[in-house]
């Protein structure tokens, strides 16, 4: 299996633009997580998805963010207007689900920078 | 925010044995151990879980103390390619939303 696809890899963009990030997560998985990562904060679980269903959107910071996943291989996280702020490293990561089966596997992460 | 103490780095020389330390002294009697670590520039990589006893995989051992207040992450030939930020977890199974990396340990493995 190919892993959990994230494009683009990087991302440079001006405030105010639309960002839209997006990634495939390992066939035959349930679950999808978007994940943001500063040095300031750490690694900050954003959204989860069971089943291509929205579960807990409490980590998404505010109303600019918006995530989809219109089927279980696709989901995008999409920031509008975007800020300088955002800047950070966007992972995706997905699970199996079931009994033991809740590891969590990692994309390769979306560089932002937005100036 | 995170349930777990980690010292924020330790050094190993490579082949020997590195052993990462956590604390967590308020773990719930069904939330497991779990640790990760992310290398450089790459997404965080699952290691290994446990509950109660020792468990061991093809990548480390995880000990954890009989009261559970502590567990020790253990790599038993260290390489160069080890060098990662590590960070234990405490979670019941599928909390997802209160599944806190916090700050790891950042382990140098030095030749």
């Known amino acids: 299996d190919a892993g959990v696809i994230q494009s683009p890899r990087h991302e440079v963009t001006e405030m105010g633009q639309e960002v839209t990030l997006r990634c495939k997560p390992i066939s035959g998985h349930d679950y999808l997580f978007w994940y943001r990562q500063t040095m300031m904060r750490g690694l900050e679980l954003l959204i989860y998805?069971?089943?291509?269903?929205?579960?807990?959107d409490s980590g998404m910071p505010e109303d600019r963010f918006s995530a989809k996943m219109p089927n279980a291989s696709f989901s995008t996280l999409k920031i509008q207007p975007s800020e300088p702020r955002d800047s950070a490293v966007y992972f995706c990561?997905?699970?199996?689900?079931?009994?033991?089966?809740?590891?969590?596997?990692f994309g390769p992460g979306t560089r932002l920078l937005v100036l | 925010d995170a349930k777990t103490t980690q010292p924020p780095s330790m050094d190993c020389a490579e082949g020997r044995a590195a052993n990462l330390p956590c604390n967590h002294s308020?773990?719930?009697?069904?939330?497991?151990v779990y640790w990760y670590r992310q290398i450089h520039s790459q997404g965080p990589q699952y290691i290994i879980h446990g509950l109660k006893n020792n468990e061991t995989n093809e990548m480390a051992s995880l000990i954890i103390t009989e009261d559970r207040k502590s567990s020790t992450l253990i790599l038993p030939h260290a390489t160069l390619r080890d060098t990662a930020v590590y960070y234990c977890?405490?979670?019941?199974?599928?909390?997802?939303?209160?599944?806190?990396f916090g700050s790891g340990t950042k382990l140098n493995v030095k030749p």
């Open positions: 308020t773990i719930s009697g069904n939330e497991y």
């Open positions: 990561a997905s699970s199996l689900g079931g009994q033991g089966k809740e590891t969590q596997y």
């Open positions: 977890i405490v979670s019941y199974p599928y909390n997802f939303n209160k599944f806190y």
């Open positions: 998805f069971n089943n291509n269903v929205p579960i807990d």
